[in-house]
């Protein structure tokens, strides 16, 4: 609002100069000026830097166990881990129906289906061997080179049991969650079966003719 006296025909305003302006400004309106500078300078250096720095790729997966290394110390215990949950012990005490009962021994049991899923992610990175250099093939199973070429040769089928673990995985999972003993067992049993489907196709060196049992 412009106020004063009028002097030749002219109003006269009381103007504050810029310098003025600034020192009767109350103290956190200097403050928040400042620092909104700051934060601006700040954004923009950042912005600066980021725009400058060289863009990297997404590291890529890289396998350093064997398949069977993650057969042995993730997939068969996590997998055991889900039968053994539920069972029925016949003894010279008795019997003893297994199932898990508390929270925590429910969440055991999750965490071994869990590993199992993931377990399944680990599998299918492309390059991972299936044994160890000079490795002996295990008693009843094709020689790991043998496996390797085989796995090769039909990818997409090994992908497929690879997926059917994790499906019926994830059907224990949801047994679990649900803490449902009998729906458990069944999901287990279809674990049973997705495993062994991939073992016959890949693993087990079973001969094309049986012997015939002595009489």
């Avoid at 106020?3 to 030749?8: D, E, Q």
């Avoid at 350093?64 to 215990?77: F, K, N, Q, R, S």
């Avoid at 008693?139 to 390797?148: L, N, S, V, Y």
Wanted: glycine share 6%; charged share 20%; proline share 6%.
């Amino acid at each position: 609002m412009k106020f004063g006296l009028r002097s030749r025909g002219r109003t006269r305003t009381n103007r504050l100069s810029p310098a003025r302006r600034f020192r009767q400004r109350p103290l956190w309106a200097v403050l928040a000026l400042v620092m909104g500078c700051g934060v601006l300078y700040g954004v923009d250096r950042w912005q600066s830097a980021d725009a400058a720095a060289p863009k990297a790729d997404a590291p890529a997966f890289q396998a350093h166990a064997t398949i069977h290394e993650l057969m042995e110390h993730m997939v068969d215990p996590a997998a055991d881990g889900v039968w053994d949950a539920v069972a029925v012990i016949s003894n010279e005490a008795g019997v003893e129906k297994r199932q898990p009962r508390t929270p925590e021994e429910w969440q055991a049991v999750r965490a071994h289906a869990m590993m199992l899923l993931e377990a399944m992610n680990l599998l299918l990175i492309e390059g991972r061997r299936v044994a160890a250099p000079g490795a002996e093939a295990h008693f009843g199973e094709h020689p790991p080179a043998q496996i390797e070429a085989m796995i090769k040769e039909n990818r997409p089928a090994f992908i497929g049991f690879t997926e059917g673990v994790r499906q019926t995985t994830l059907q224990a999972l949801a047994a679990i969650d649900k803490q449902d003993v009998q729906g458990l067992v069944v999901a287990g049993g279809h674990l049973d079966e997705a495993c062994e489907a991939c073992h016959i196709s890949f693993w087990y060196s079973i001969p094309a003719t049986l012997p015939k049992a002595a009489k």
